[in-house]
């Protein structure tokens, strides 16, 4: 068989589950399950991107899919024009200050020889930056969530005509990108050129501290009183019910309306993911056979060679780092535009950065097209161990009496059956192929 | 100025709690950091483990609630503590035999044992969510005081109270007596000392007859009683949450890594560090210093450096200082 087949059984088995979950279920949940593998799909490549070319293991995933999220809600969101007058200048003047405090001390050290002095200049520049910025920040942002709480109570976005702009949130994923590159950039500065397990570590810490900021910052996206209602790009179920031709052609399929319309609008949306992939795809195909890739995986499998035929080691980490933080973050704008909101309670490691990584190790890494494979599949498994595990319970328990307390025990926890899965799944993938199903050419 | 109630309030909500929690952490760390020099790899299941031990702690407990065994004025998650570590420890031994043993043969890199290390940490995690569920558990009981803020007044007349809690006096026992064990252990016994001649030079370990295996098979045995403890301590000082434990890795591996990562003392000493920082960054400091300072000074706001939802950033922000300047940590760790 040979690679080509290969790849056309894989694909078209991953069709057969969706198709096969559309019969049995319902044809929405086959098409949100197309959604989401999409966009896994797009974090798996960025994710590949990281490890399957440059060996980088990097645990924040989560973070740079958030930083994507809270792109999607400062870019299309209205603006609140009473919270900017109330205390918008004070927290951009704040923030300003904070970033000026950083790049002084930056420049104190480089600027000053080593010794005592320095240390004492750095101190004194961060300690007394710190309580300026608290003091404009603090009044400001109190400012700022004072104007209407319940639903507002934080700056806005920049969208100028709210839902009659929707198309303006496509230009949030790009921006969601810029974002998580430029945590990327931070973090990459300092944990890369260490040892490798360091950049691991630095990252998980980044993304916890990035989804404790949403939560708190009320101020910047509402924290976890959520933003709802983002405007999209799709047209609204509602909108569609109402047009008269739209329930003809409906009619005429022989779907009634209310499905049609949630089904087209989450067509509308898969178009829009598909073609985010695609180019994604193909940029990241002609990256790995570039000689920029031949070069960075020339540096993967042997950094001290490829370091003494000149390359800079740390450099083009950092570079590939970046780029494949980026594409997380593209990721997580498109989520937040499909979800339609921005919840950071809802934010979990396992769930957006451990998940991704068995996608990679599954499908194949250092091969685009097994990341995609592998967002597809995990992703469906993911949707469908739930109900699969509570059959699969239902079968066990079924011999046991009502109400005795393991079945009610197994039944309850069939819920937890994913991570379980997914570990299992890892654990195997990585012992008996350790390089995927597509593997690396 | 007072200084004696100042010094009483510092005591009783930032250097109390904070010995404690160092404890936990430096126990935790040191697991981390054990693992580091045998095996030589970042354990991304450690958090896991600490909730795997606890559960099985937990649910011992119960046993013994239910059958009407109690350590009287301790709590009698201490009666069923040697248990669940004994659980804890077969299990660890389990995935060793099942799933690390298998890469040691391969002479995997360590970037691999880390991502075996996070399929344990699954697995981990749903069976300790399986079977006891995710959300929060109490399970302390016994005695909660050691001295409470009003038997202190009365004692003292002072104007301010001290409460120590038994779990955090308890904590801090159980801290010194596992890390007096562990480093007579590692110094003074044969197995200790083989095994930190494997941790510095693997080979020369090898040509002088130490059996690798066996060492291996100690460090899981010292480092699932080290994550039990751990994780049974920092339950019952707060609650026992899986999700909590996997948030506590953060803070261990800030801890292991600013102490040096693969050196027992520093892990000790990391564990302080940060434990101090976050608490005192978190700290709203008006009342100590309400009593510290001359009026005139006597700060307006709370004078509370960071929210204590940021406490994970104050672990964060050291470690990136400590890699930033000390790659190596403080006690000079391995590196590379």
Redesign the interface.
């Known amino acids: 068989m040979t690679d080509t087949t290969r790849n056309f059984v894989y694909f078209g088995f991953i069709a057969a589950l969706i198709i096969g979950t559309g019969l049995m279920t319902s044809w929405n949940l086959a098409i949100t399950i197309v959604n989401f593998g999409l966009i896994s799909a797009i974090m798996a490549l960025g994710v590949n991107l990281q490890w399957g070319f440059a060996?980088l293991?990097n645990?924040g995933i989560m973070g740079f899919v958030a930083l994507g999220g809270l792109a999607a809600v400062l870019v299309s969101m209205p603006p609140e024009p009473e919270a900017w007058s109330a205390g918008g200048l004070r927290v951009v003047t704040a923030l300003v200050l904070g970033a000026a405090t950083i790049v002084g001390a930056i420049l104190a050290y480089n600027a000053l020889p080593k010794g005592r002095l320095r240390t004492i200049v750095m101190l004194v520049i961060l300690v007394a930056g710190?309580f300026i910025y608290r003091a404009v920040f603090?009044s400001g942002v109190a400012a700022v969530e004072a104007v209407n709480p319940a639903n507002a109570g934080y700056l806005g976005g920049l969208n100028p005509h709210g839902k009659e702009w929707g198309w303006i949130t496509i230009i949030a994923w790009p921006v969601g990108g810029l974002l998580a590159a430029g945590a990327a950039w931070i973090i990459g500065k300092?944990?890369l050129g260490?040892?490798?397990?360091?950049l691991?570590?630095?990252t998980?810490?980044?993304a916890?501290?990035i989804i404790?900021i949403l939560?708190?910052e009320d101020w910047l996206a509402r924290g976890v009183k959520n933003v709802v209602g983002l405007p999209r790009p799709a047209p609204y179920e509602i909108e569609l019910q109402n047009s008269a031709t739209f329930v003809e052609r409906a009619s005429g399929l022989g779907i009634d309306p209310v499905t049609a319309s949630t089904l087209w609008v989450k067509t509308i949306y898969a178009g829009l993911f598909t073609v985010v992939l695609l180019i994604l795809f193909i940029l990241a195909q002609r990256a790995l056979n570039s000689p920029w890739g031949r070069m960075m995986r020339a540096i993967r499998d042997n950094e001290v060679a490829a370091e003494a035929m000149g390359k800079d080691v740390t450099a083009r980490h950092l570079q590939i780092f970046v780029l494949g933080s980026a594409i997380c973050g593209i990721a997580g704008a498109m989520m937040t535009t499909l979800d339609g909101q921005l919840t950071p309670g809802t934010y979990?490691?396992?769930r957006f950065t451990?998940l991704i990584?068995v996608m990679v190790?599954v499908g194949g890494s250092g091969n685009n097209l097994g990341a995609v494979l592998g967002g597809f599949l995990i992703w469906w498994l993911w949707v469908m161990v739930e109900p699969i595990g509570l059959w699969v319970m239902q079968v066990i328990t079924s011999g046991m009496a009502e109400g005795f307390w393991l079945r009610e025990h197994l039944l309850?926890?069939a819920a937890?059956?994913?991570?379980?899965?997914?570990?299992?799944v890892?654990?195997l993938v990585?012992?008996f192929s350790?390089r995927g199903l597509i593997p690396e050419r | 100025m007072d200084l004696l109630n100042a010094f009483i309030t510092l005591s009783n909500f930032v250097l109390i709690p904070a010995i404690a929690y160092g404890s936990q952490l430096a126990l935790g760390a040191l697991g981390v950091t054990l693992i580091y020099g045998i095996l030589r790899f970042s354990n991304f299941a450690h958090g896991d483990t600490m909730a795997f031990g606890t559960m099985a702690t937990i649910l011992i407990t119960w046993g013994f609630q239910a059958a009407g065994i109690s350590a009287g004025p301790l709590p009698t998650a201490l009666l069923a503590l040697p248990f669940g570590i004994a659980v804890c420890a077969l299990f660890v031994l389990a995935t060793d035999r099942g799933v690390y043993r298998f890469y040691r043969g391969q002479k995997a890199k360590p970037i691999i044992f880390v991502m075996v290390s996070l399929g344990v940490m699954f697995i981990m995690n749903g069976l300790v969510r399986f079977i006891i569920g995710p959300d929060d558990q109490r399970f302390s009981d016994g005695e909660r005081f050691i001295i409470s803020v009003r038997e202190f007044k009365a004692l003292t007349g002072l104007k301010e109270g001290l409460a120590i809690k038994t779990t955090q006096g308890l904590t801090v026992i159980t801290a010194v007596i596992v890390v007096a064990l562990l480093f007579y252990f590692l110094n003074r016994t044969r197995t200790g000392k083989s095994m930190r001649a494997y941790s510095d030079n693997e080979d020369l370990a090898l040509l002088s007859g130490i059996n690798p295996e066996r060492v291996v098979m100690v460090t899981w045995l010292i480092v699932a009683a080290l994550a039990t403890v751990a994780g049974v301590l920092y339950g019952l000082d707060k609650s026992f949450k899986p999700f909590v434990y996997f948030q506590l890795l953060l803070p261990i591996f800030a801890s292991a890594i600013v102490g040096g990562l693969g050196n027992p003392l520093g892990a000790i000493a990391g564990g302080f560090t940060i434990a101090f920082s976050e608490v005192m960054i978190t700290y709203a400091w008006k009342k100590v210093a309400g009593y510290a300072l001359p009026e005139v000074l006597e700060p307006a706001g709370l004078a509370q450096l960071l929210s204590t939802d940021y406490k994970f950033a104050v672990s964060f922000v050291i470690l990136l200082i400590v890699l930033l300047f000390k790659p190596t940590g403080l006690f000079a760790g391995k590196s590379v």
Do not use: C
């Open positions: 060996g293991f645990v710190f603090d300092t944990a260490l040892r490798s397990d360091y691991a570590i630095a998980l810490g980044i916890e501290i404790a939560k708190n979990q490691p396992l451990f990584w190790i309850d926890s937890h059956m994913r991570l379980l899965t997914m570990g299992v890892l654990l990585l012992r350790p």
